[in-house]
């Protein structure tokens, strides 16, 4: 037990401490959106060199998503057995080390190696950055914070990008380098997060059969989640080969039009907490859904690069709500000693999605037009608007037990 107390005014440095956890946990969390698309405005460009086709190159994209999916129930319980710090640590120096492993890979077989082992740090990252900051925040507090992250992931998914897609344009090895980020980040989460946020659990509090057992409605929150990473990343696949069609092909343009979806998102982020707090939940991801179908209703229907361009925007905007509203909802519905579990389940979920999403639009776009890839994807988005009649909203009993009181008390300090 540290002392003097968090929240004396005789103590500044653990309100310190409290900041910069949380300057590194949002960093920390543009990680996993860069996951695939730093890669993006490149994807044409390693095609064309390395000779595969367009649903091998997707796979470049979204190899990591299988690893991460099949790793990221044991993340979870590694976290809600022994404790957070260790796994996020090592996860991002494997983050680092796998993802900049591409700078130096001339091969196409080694390059979806290093993107498999890519997977596994990501899903320490993915699990651990949303563990950590639903320990440490509760109530409207959590739903900025909450906010904040969304905005921290949207705007990664600007800067990391746009800086890809100018790498890209000097090789297709450059945007890899951006991936070392995940190194010194590790060592300053070394230095930053609450020594409590590493407590171990003895049992763990019972296993994923258990978790789901007692808590059905995360089975429909996993389900929107793989829809909206599926969603997400059809149009990181096929929006740029969609634009080659259209004429534009340099990787820093297409990089313009990818990154629009964050800009969007960063602006519905900004007014998270309180457009969750006059929708509530179910509403705020309803709106979510329409977003996102009425940016595929543009997709598979607009011909000209102009007017394109509104299709990942509107896109971003849904996933600005639905993100944050998605990872509390868990985390509310899931009790603290199985939120790791519970968060992992969601990574498994979303990067699920991220997979199948060439896997089996890439098929439909091949015997049809990238055009109809997009609309048959639109027809999914609708089917996950039918899913949100069925679901409801966490309960006031759902919400997290006082356990992390201390750490809470330490970022809630300084994030005031």
């Known amino acids: 037990m540290a002392s003097p107390t968090p929240s004396s ?82 996860g991002l120096l494997l983050y680092g080390v796998a993802g900049g492993a591409g700078l130096v890979t001339t091969s196409y077989t080694a390059l979806i190696i290093s993107r498999f082992a890519f997977g596994v740090g990501a899903a320490a990252v993915f699990a651990g ?72 659990r003895p049992g763990g509090g019972g296993g994923t059969f258990t978790l789901l057992r007692s808590h059905p409605r995360l089975l429909g929150l996993y389900a ?10 059809v149009l990181a696949v096929f929006l740029p080969q969609r634009l080659a069609q259209l004429g534009v092909e340099t990787p820093f343009l297409v990089a313009l039009y990818t990154t629009s979806t964050s800009v969007a998102g960063t602006l519905v982020g900004l007014a998270y907490a309180k457009i969750k707090k006059n929708l509530g939940y179910i509403r705020l991801l309803r709106v979510s859904v329409v977003l996102w179908v009425a940016a595929f209703l543009v997709a598979g229907t607009a011909g000209n690069p102009v007017l394109i361009i509104l299709a990942p925007a509107l896109f971003g905007l849904g996933m600005g709500m639905s993100v944050p509203a998605l990872a509390v909802m868990i985390g509310e ?35 049809t037009s990238i055009a109809a890839g997009f609309r048959i994807a639109g027809g999914i988005a609708v089917l996950s608007f039918l899913l949100l009649f069925f679901l409801k909203a966490p309960g006031p009993a759902a919400a997290p037990s006082a356990a992390p009181k201390e750490p809470a008390d330490e970022e809630g300090t300084a994030a005031r």
Do not use: C
């Open 9 to 90: 005014p005789a103590a500044p440095r653990p309100a310190s401490r409290g900041r910069a956890a949380l300057a590194v946990l949002l960093l920390a969390s543009t990680l996993t959106v860069m996951a695939g698309t730093i890669l993006t405005p490149v994807v044409g460009v390693i095609r064309g060199e390395l000779g595969v086709s367009g649903t091998g190159a997707g796979l470049i994209l979204t190899a990591h998503g299988l690893s991460l999916a099949i790793a990221s129930p044991l993340v979870g319980w590694t976290i809600d057995r022994w404790g957070l710090k260790k796994p996020l640590v090592a």
């Open 129 to 200: 950055t949303t563990v950590a900051l639903l320990a440490l925040y509760e109530g409207p507090e959590r739903d900025r914070v909450a906010g904040w992250r969304s905005v921290a992931i949207s705007v990664g998914g600007i800067i990391w990008p746009l800086l890809g897609g100018a790498l890209g344009g000097i090789s297709w090895h450059g945007p890899f380098a951006i991936y070392l980020l995940g190194i010194p980040v590790g060592i300053a989460m070394m230095f930053t997060l609450p020594k409590s946020l590493n407590a171990k």
């Open 224 to 233: 929107l989640s793989l829809i909206s990473s599926f969603l997400l990343y």
């Open 333 to 367: 519905t899931a009790p603290p000693a199985l939120r790791g579990q519970a968060t992992s389940l969601s990574g498994t979920a979303n990067f699920t999605g991220q997979f199948a999403a060439p896997l089996v639009i890439g098929p439909a776009v091949g015997a």
